[in-house]
């Protein structure tokens, strides 16, 4: 199994500034995900971190506005730069178990936006 | 593209209920499925998951899951709730060969002594 903390776990933030979230894994793995749950709707992945290369983001989602570090294989941050009311949201680390049989995910971090 | 579809978005249940949470998904080639609970204030969970073989596999807390390829469908099933299975429950597939998850938009259930 992995560990995962998060933080912060909530924040409340202005319209125009950034947020920089961290994640850090008890263990060391290859790929970690970042997920967008916003208000009453699902998951969705917003890129996939890999340690010494480009995140990969989905469709929707852009490099500057969701940059991505990942410094080693413990540890990444997600930055959501320029907030809008609509980045309003709760923002989910996970990481594969190893196996590609489940993910295991953060406590996520609330972020509203004024 | 992958997609999921949930069907219920709130489920309300008495104690001793049974239970069916549909789940649906658009992929015509090999798929992992899997079922995530989030109870209130904790983090996701994997709750069951299906990879191959036997289409009726069994989780944590009593819950299974059907998988029907030919229908697209992984529906999740507990024959008696508890007040303590409230929680969102999430389905989710995964692509062979790829990795990342696609969720569906969950199903809140609340269960009611």
């Known amino acids: 199994s992995a560990v995962i903390s998060q933080k912060p776990s909530r924040d409340i933030c202005q319209r125009g500034t950034s947020l920089t979230i961290q994640c850090q894994v008890d263990?060391?793995?290859?790929?970690m995900f970042w997920y967008r749950q916003q208000p009453g709707q699902s998951l969705t992945l917003i890129a996939t971190?890999?340690?010494?290369?480009?995140?990969?983001?989905e469709s929707g989602f852009v490099i500057d506005k969701f940059p991505i570090s990942r410094p080693n294989l413990t540890f990444s941050t997600l930055t959501v730069s320029n907030l809008s009311p609509e980045d309003s949201s709760i923002y989910l680390c996970?990481?594969?178990?190893?196996?590609?049989?489940?993910?295991?995910f953060g406590s996520g971090t609330q972020l509203s936006v004024l | 593209a992958q997609s999921v579809s949930q069907h219920n978005h709130h489920v309300i249940l008495s104690e001793a209920a049974s239970l069916e949470l549909g789940c649906n998904y658009s992929?015509?080639?090999?798929?992992?499925l899997f079922w995530y609970v989030q109870y209130p204030g904790q983090h996701l969970q994997l709750l069951l998951k299906?990879?191959?073989?036997?289409?009726l596999v069994k989780g944590i807390k009593g819950f299974e899951a059907e998988f029907i390829k030919s229908k697209f469908s992984f529906n999740l099933r507990k024959p008696s709730v508890q007040w303590s299975d409230t929680a969102e429950y999430f389905c989710?597939?995964?692509?062979?060969?790829?990795?990342?998850?696609?969720f569906g938009a969950g199903t809140r259930l609340a269960v009611h002594p």
């Open positions: 996970s990481v594969d178990g190893g196996s590609r049989e489940k993910l295991f």
């Open positions: 263990s060391q793995v290859t790929m």
């Open positions: 971190a890999n340690q010494g290369s480009e995140a990969t983001y």
């Open positions: 992929y015509g080639g090999t798929v992992n």
């Open positions: 299906y990879f191959s073989g036997d289409p």
């Open positions: 989710a597939v995964r692509a062979g060969g790829y990795n990342k998850l696609i």
